[in-house]
């Protein structure tokens, strides 16, 4: 008589980031230079404060009732979940830019919403348009926007430079 192969399922304890929800947000924004793009994207990480992490790019929702805190020092080596925006260029003296936005729903039991925008130009005019993008998008899901958070950055370029900008979520 054949034995059929046992199908046990075991269930283990939840472990990790997939079986929480983040509640905390913050942003953050760093430029430099470097010898490859890579290397200059990897210096603009560190100057935003992430740079020794491991970072994990998500889609652009901010969970229901997160809650904006100052930039925290992360722990080396952890998995970040961010939205982010990052341009690195080659041309010499070409400015370029990164801006994230954070809109916040008025009802706190809806979800928020995150854009991302990066190219060549001033910090200021990319940032007025992710802002811009963060109300289209609030206004596609009919949400009313309590308020909207955003930050960018800009660079001028030397040789290879970067600009980032993210929205960390946290626990």
């Known amino acids: 008589m ?8 075991i269930n283990l304890p939840p ?9 905390k947000f913050f942003l953050v924004a760093g430029h430099s230079e470097g010898i490859t793009p890579l290397n200059a994207f990897d210096s603009a990480l560190i100057d935003a404060g992430v740079g020794n992490t491991n970072l994990m790019k ?19 080596g ?14 010499v003296d070409e400015v370029i830019s990164a801006g994230v936005a954070c809109a916040v729903p008025m009802d706190k039991n809806k979800n928020g919403l995150i854009m991302e925008y990066s190219a060549a130009g001033h910090k200021e005019e990319i940032e007025k348009i992710v802002r811009h993008m963060a109300e289209e998008g609030m206004k596609n899901r009919g949400y009313q926007i ?26």
């Open 2 to 9: 054949k034995r059929k192969p046992s199908k046990k399922i």
């Open 15 to 23: 472990q990790g980031i997939t079986t929480t929800i983040p509640d």
């Open 58 to 76: 998500m889609s652009s929702i901010l969970p229901p009732n997160s809650k904006k805190i100052q930039p925290i020092k992360l722990p080396l």
């Open 78 to 91: 952890a998995l970040v979940p961010l939205a982010y925006a990052s341009k690195v260029s080659s041309v």
């Open 146 to 171: 309590k308020t909207i958070y955003s930050i960018a950055t800009q660079h001028t370029v030397k040789k290879i430079g970067a600009a980032f900008a993210a929205v960390v979520l946290w626990w």
